[in-house]
C-alpha cells in the first residue's frame, strides 16, 4: 500500500531533549516536506526537500533540522526542543519537485509532540 | 509573502445542500491549488489540484473553480451527505512549485 509514514504518532518530552520525527515513504517520490499544525494558524511549512541531499527552509524553519540521505526517508530534529514547538506535524511527499508541480501531495497520519 | 484565507471558518447544513467554500490569497502568482480534506485525528486527503492554466477541475461531486487574477478559489458540494463532514483546506503552490501556503480551513458538518 502507497503510503507515508510517521513516528511516533504522540510523543511527551521536556524542554531541551533531543528527538526525532521519523517519516518515511514507499512511493519513490522526489519531493518531501514537514508541516506543522496550530490553532489559529493552520498548517505551515518546515522546511522541504526536492531529492536526495537537497532540503531549503519553508516559513517556519527555526528550531528544525532536517536531513535526506536517502530517498524515501526524510526525518525532522528537534535538537533543543522548546515549549512553542508543542504543535500537530505532518509530513508529506509528492511525486517530483521543481517548477510548475503538478503532482498531489499525500499526506502522513501527523505526530502529536508536547514539549513540557 | 502569501496568504491565504478561508471564508466561513466553520459551516453547518442540512443533509443533501449544495453548498460552497471559498478560498482566497493575496499573491496571484502560483504555480497551482490544492483542495484538502481533514478528518479529526488524521491526516490529510488531497480532493483537487488546479493547475494555474487552468479554470476548474471536477471529481465526483466536488467542483473546484479557480480565478487566479483575482486571488480566489472555490469549492463547491453538491447533495452534500453526514460523511462529508470534515475540515477543507485550501494550499496556494509558490516558491518555483516548492512552496505551499495553507488557509486555516473551513469546518464543515452536515447535519441528518
Known amino acids: 500500500e502507497a503510503q507515508v509514514t510517521q513516528n511516533p504518532r504522540y510523543l511527551i518530552t521536556v524542554t531541551g531533549k533531543k528527538l526525532t520525527v521519523t517519516c518515511s515513504q514507499n512511493?519513490?517520490?522526489?519531493?518531501m516536506s514537514w508541516y506543522r499544525q496550530d490553532p489559529g494558524l493552520g498548517l505551515r511549512q518546515i522546511y522541504y526537500?526536492?531529492?536526495?541531499?537537497?532540503?531549503d527552509k519553508g516559513d517556519v524553519p527555526e528550531g528544525y533540522k532536517v536531513s535526506r540521505k536517502e530517498k524515501r526517508n526524510f526525518p525532522l530534529i528537534l535538537e533543543s526542543p522548546s515549549p512553542n514547538q508543542t504543535s500537530l506535524y505532518f509530513c508529506?511527499?509528492?511525486?517530483?519537485?521543481?517548477?510548475?508541480?503538478?503532482?498531489?501531495?499525500?499526506f502522513g497520519p501527523g505526530t502529536r509532540l508536547t514539549v513540557l | 509573502k502569501q496568504e491565504v484565507t478561508q471564508i466561513p471558518a466553520a459551516l453547518s447544513v442540512p443533509e443533501g445542500e449544495n453548498l460552497v467554500l471559498n478560498c482566497s490569497f493575496t499573491?496571484?502568482?502560483?504555480?497551482?491549488l490544492q483542495w484538502f480534506r481533514q478528518d479529526p485525528g488524521k491526516g490529510l486527503t488531497s480532493l483537487l489540484l488546479?493547475?494555474?492554466?487552468?479554470r476548474e477541475q471536477t471529481s465526483g461531486r466536488l467542483n473546484a473553480s479557480l480565478d487566479k487574477s483575482s486571488g480566489r478559489s472555490t469549492l463547491y458540494i453538491a447533495a452534500s451527505q453526514p460523511g462529508d463532514s470534515a475540515t477543507y483546506l485550501c494550499?496556494?503552490?509558490?516558491?518555483?512549485?516548492?512552496?505551499?501556503?495553507f488557509g486555516t480551513g473551513t469546518q464543515l458538518k452536515v447535519e441528518l
Open positions: 512511493m519513490n517520490h522526489e519531493y
Open positions: 526537500s526536492m531529492n536526495v541531499e537537497v532540503t
Open positions: 494550499a496556494v503552490i509558490t516558491g518555483g512549485g516548492n512552496k505551499l501556503t
Open positions: 499573491d496571484s502568482a502560483i504555480y497551482n
Open positions: 508529506a511527499s509528492s511525486l517530483s519537485s521543481g517548477t510548475a508541480r503538478t503532482d498531489t501531495q499525500y
Open positions: 488546479i493547475q494555474s492554466s487552468q
